[in-house]
Nanobody, 122 residues
Framework: QVQLVESGGGLVQAGGSLRLSCAAS????????MGWYRQAPGKQRELVAA????????SYADSVRGRFTISRDNAKNTVYLQMNSLKPEDTAVYYC???????????????WGQGTQVTVSS
């Protein structure tokens, strides 16, 4: 079992910044891909950003490209999302999800964490 704990959300004015963190723990041998998702009220959960195991490749939703940056610290099993130039439409609950190789050498998708609320006021 892999547990995820997201943190760093909050209330910020438009144009402001936040940095989200997601720490993974449990029966982890290695972490492969890591990603950040978000779900706004009444909308489907969407992928915001993803990063490969080495951190050498990243991808972003068009709506956040150029404003958000995903990064990871493999020593801490943690993924980050730096969010700059925030807009009211970025308001959502943000979740991370990871693909891990467990200590049993099985590749698994993690369950969702509890999420962290980001609210951007205009």
């Amino acid at each position: 079992q892999v547990q995820l704990v997201e943190s760093g959300g909050g209330l910020v004015q438009a144009g402001g910044s936040l940095r989200l963190s997601c720490a993974a723990s449990g029966s982890i041998f290695s972490i492969n891909a890591m990603g950040w998702y978000r779900q706004a009220p009444g909308k489907q959960r969407e992928l915001v950003a993803a990063i490969t195991s080495s951190g050498g490749s990243t991808s972003y939703a068009d709506s956040v490209r150029g404003r958000f940056t995903i990064s990871r610290d493999n020593a801490k099993n943690t993924v980050y999302l730096q969010m700059n130039s925030l807009k009211p439409e970025d308001t959502a609950v943000y979740y991370c999800k990871v693909v891990v190789t467990t200590t049993s050498r099985v590749v698994e998708n993690s369950d969702w964490g509890q999420g962290t609320q980001v609210t951007v006021s205009s």
